[in-house]
Nanobody
Framework: QVQLVESGGGLVQAGGSLRLSCAASGFTFRLNRMGWFRQTPGKEREFVAGIDGSGGSAVYADSVKGRFTISRDNAKNTVYLQMNNLKAEDTAVYYC??????????????WGQGTQVTVSS
């Protein structure tokens, strides 16, 4: 079955950087779009970034454009999220996801455990 395992979160000061990783299994990774979402307590999960199967096309939420970069390594079945110039409002649990269809903002059913990112101001 589909499995997603996120890692790389932590505590960082505002202005700092982190790189998140998500190891995927249970499906043909290179043929699937992938996305990152995040969630804070009391709020719904929100779309952060998405990337197509080849890695040649990416989309971002307005709130992270110019600061975050999504990438993938199809040989390793892994998708990454490089986060630079982090802000306190980026604090959240970050999840990767395989979208259900062609809309990156509509997630598929399977979620990993997530990885906590905390940005101190």
């Amino acid at each position: 079955q589909v499995q997603l395992v996120e890692s790389g979160g932590g505590l960082v000061q505002a202005g700092g950087s982190l790189r998140l990783s998500c190891a995927a299994s249970g499906f043909t990774f290179r043929l699937n779009r992938m996305g990152w979402f995040r969630q804070t307590p009391g709020k719904e999960r929100e779309f952060v970034a998405g990337i197509d199967g080849s890695g040649g096309s990416a989309v971002y939420a307005d709130s992270v454009k110019g600061r975050f970069t999504i990438s993938r390594d199809n040989a390793k079945n892994t998708v990454y999220l490089q986060m630079n110039n982090l802000k306190a409002e980026d604090t959240a649990v970050y999840y990767c996801n395989r979208p259900a269809g062609t809309n990156y903002e509509k997630p598929g059913a399977t979620w990993g455990q997530g990885t906590q990112v905390t940005v101190s101001s």
